[in-house]
C-alpha cells in the first residue's frame, strides 16, 4: 500500500480569529481523497492545535509556554473531533498520532510507529499526526534545529520514514516564489529540479514568504526529494485546484498550480 502524506499548516486550517476553518478543511479533504487510489493509505500531518485550545479556553494576549501547552492539550480534543466528524462522510475514522522528535530519533519507538500505521492499513482508519506539544516544547519556542517547523519537518520525516509516493503541504500562498518581484505578480515556481536553485530562494520579512515559514518548507521539500519522495507545495485556500493537481500527480505529471520540487527524481512529466 503506498502513501500519500498531506500536510495542513496553522493558515490553512485556521480563520484570522484563530477558529478552525471547518468547511475549509472539509472542502479540501472533498478534493483529495476521492481522487486517490482505492489502495493508497492517506496520512495526514496536522497544525491548529494550540490556537484551537486558545479559542476553547477565551485566552488573549502572549502564553506562557506552559500556557501553550495546555492550550494544545484542549485543541488537539477539538481537532480530532473534527477530523473525525468530516472524515465519517467517508466511512473513515481518524487515528490520533502524537509525537516527539525523540520518537523518530529511537529505533525502537520508530519501529512501534511503523507497526502501528501498518495495523491501520487494514482498517478505514486515516492517521491524523502532530507534535506531542503537552510534552515536547521544541516546537513551542523559538525555532532550533530539532523544531518540526509548524509541522513541516514532521511531515517530511514521515514521508521519508513511510517512502511515500508524494508529501502534499498545504499552505496560505500559491507556492514558493523565486523573490520579492515574482511574489507580487504572482508568479509562483512551477517545478524546481535542480535542488540547488533552492539555495537561490529571497525570502523577506512580514510577508506571506517570510523566512519561517518559507524556509521550513524549502528544508522540509529538500530533504523530502533528497530520500526519493516528490514534493508538491500549494495553495489549501484557493477552491477547486487540489484534485486535478492530485490526478495529475498520481500520474506522475506535474501540477498546473503550485511548485512541485521533485529534484532528479525519474519520470515525472509537464
Not at 28 to 35: F, M, R, S
Amino acid at each position: 500500500m503506498e502513501k500519500v502524506v498531506l500536510k495542513l499548516g496553522t493558515g490553512v486550517l485556521t480563520d484570522q480569529d484563530g477558529t478552525l476553518a471547518a468547511s475549509r478543511l472539509a472542502r479540501i479533504l472533498d478534493e483529495v481523497i476521492p481522487y486517490l487510489p482505492t489502495d493508497d493509505q492517506l496520512i495526514l500531518v496536522s497544525s491548529g492545535a494550540v490556537g484551537l485550545g486558545r479559542v476553547r479556553l477565551g485566552l488573549e494576549g502572549i502564553l506562557s509556554l506552559h500556557e501553550k501547552q495546555m492550550c494544545a492539550s484542549v485543541g488537539q480534543a477539538v481537532l480530532m473531533q473534527y477530523y473525525n466528524m468530516i472524515l465519517s462522510k467517508y466511512d473513515c475514522t481518524a487515528g490520533q498520532v502524537l509525537l516527539t522528535s525523540g520518537d523518530l530519533a529511537n529505533a525502537h519507538r520508530r519501529q512501534n510507529l511503523l507497526s502501528t500505521f501498518k495495523e491501520m492499513e487494514k482498517h478505514p482508519i486515516i492517521p491524523v499526526i502532530n507534535e506531542n506539544d503537552t510534552i515536547s516544547t521544541e516546537e513551542l519556542e523559538l525555532q532550533n534545529d530539532h523544531s518540526f517547523g509548524d509541522n513541516d519537518r514532521l511531515s517530511s520525516l514521515i514521508a521519508v520514514e513511510l517512502k511515500a509516493k508524494v508529501l502534499i503541504m498545504l499552505t496560505d500562498i500559491a507556492g514558493i516564489f523565486q523573490d520579492r518581484k515574482s511574489y507580487e505578480k504572482g508568479e509562483c515556481i512551477h517545478q524546481v529540479v535542480d535542488l540547488s536553485f533552492l539555495d537561490r530562494i529571497e525570502t523577506w520579512s512580514g510577508s506571506a514568504q517570510g523566512r519561517g515559514g518559507a524556509m521550513s518548507k524549502i528544508q522540509a521539500a529538500r530533504a523530502t526529494v533528497e530520500a526519493g519522495t516528490a514534493c508538491w507545495i500549494t495553495s489549501g485556500i484557493v477552491e477547486d485546484q487540489l484534485a486535478n493537481g492530485i490526478q495529475r500527480i498520481m500520474r506522475h505529471e506535474v501540477p498546473e498550480t503550485g511548485t512541485l520540487v521533485s529534484g532528479g527524481l525519474e519520470g515525472w512529466k509537464r
